[in-house]
């Protein structure tokens, strides 16, 4: 089953919402305003939902997996905006057609554990959390109710980069290379210091190669943080990048964790010339099946 960890489709309910506040995160028709970043023109056809079951189609996709864009913020407002806004992207991405999965969010200003049961319930794979969530001991003991939840029907969590700090004068690319990057960095050595120990079963992919943390092997041996042992139960999710640097972390830990993600509509997707079709159906079939069911 060829399969996609992380998409991004707005269901229309959800972008009326988003029209419908004054306050980030806002819709100004297609003109999207969030704290943290420049204002971002939206392609309409990246959320039309004929046009990306085509295009998933066209990719050869037996499987896409959507979930709500974090650096949105949505999951940090207070429960009263929170929640329409939580259950319109719920609503419509889980009424999507084939081949379109849904990762569930929860409202983390107000954690209820039981509403990422009832999404779990009504078939979402597993739970998504931004990575400025988890950067620390204090967000792994935070979200640890939730994902329990997981632990407890075997459901694997991903974690994406979430709300980018203001960056005055940055260009444009600015947020997806030095915020997002970091975030993923830092909740890859936060999970590893505190969060694996409170969740030994719990599955964890962790998009954009983790911002190539695991690289660091050495210096994480050098400072006596231990070898860099491989967690099989950890996988890192590929977008936006191609053959040489998925080919480094590979070497880091392994062909085995390493699973296909494009991020689309915000990056094609790209397929690493590895060398060899084991190493790229391990990418794109049996990895996302061990991330999402576990091992055989």
């Known amino acids: 089953m060829l399969t996609d960890v992380h998409q991004h489709i707005w269901p229309p309910a959800l972008v009326e919402l988003l ?8 819709l100004d028709g297609w003109t999207l305003h969030l704290s943290g970043e420049p204002p971002y023109g939206v392609d309409p056809a990246d959320h039309d939902i004929a046009a990306r079951t085509r295009l998933a ?3 050869g996709l037996d499987l896409a997996l959507v979930s709500l864009s974090s650096p949105l913020g949505i999951e940090y407002l207070p429960p009263a905006q929170a929640d329409p806004l939580l259950a319109a992207f ?5 009424a999507l ?4 999965g849904v990762w569930a969010s929860a409202c983390l200003s107000a954690g209820d554990p039981e509403a990422v049961e009832r999404e779990l319930g009504r078939g979402c794979v597993g739970l998504q959390l931004p990575a400025t969530a988890v950067l620390d001991a204090a967000g792994w003991a935070h979200c640890a109710p939730l994902l329990d939840v997981l632990t407890r029907h075997d459901k694997p969590l991903f974690i994406h980069p979430g709300p980018a700090p203001p960056a005055d ?6 947020p997806a290379l030095v915020p997002y ?3 993923m960095h830092a909740s890859w050595y936060a999970f590893r210091a505190f969060g694996r120990a409170r969740h030994p079963r719990l599955r964890v992919c962790f998009a954009a190669l983790a911002g190539l ?3 660091h092997g050495e ?12 967690d099989f139960d950890v996988f890192y999710e590929t977008s936006s990048y191609g053959t040489r640097t998925v080919d480094v972390l590979v070497r880091a830990v392994g062909i085995d964790v390493v699973v296909s993600g494009s991020d689309r509509p915000y990056a094609p997707p790209v397929i690493p010339d590895l060398g060899a079709d084991a190493a790229v159906h391990a990418l794109r079939t049996a990895n996302p099946a061990r991330l999402l069911h576990g091992r055989a």
């Open 90 to 94: 719920h609503d419509g991405a889980l």
């Open 181 to 183: 990057l970091q975030q």
């Open 57 to 59: 189609a066209d990719d």
């Open 97 to 100: 057609p084939a081949p379109f």
């Open 19 to 26: 029209r419908s506040r004054t306050t980030p995160p806002y």
């Open 169 to 174: 004068g940055a260009p444009p690319w600015w």
């Open 219 to 230: 210096r994480l041996a050098a400072r006596g943080g231990g070898r860099g042992e491989i």
């Open 213 to 215: 943390a695991p690289l």
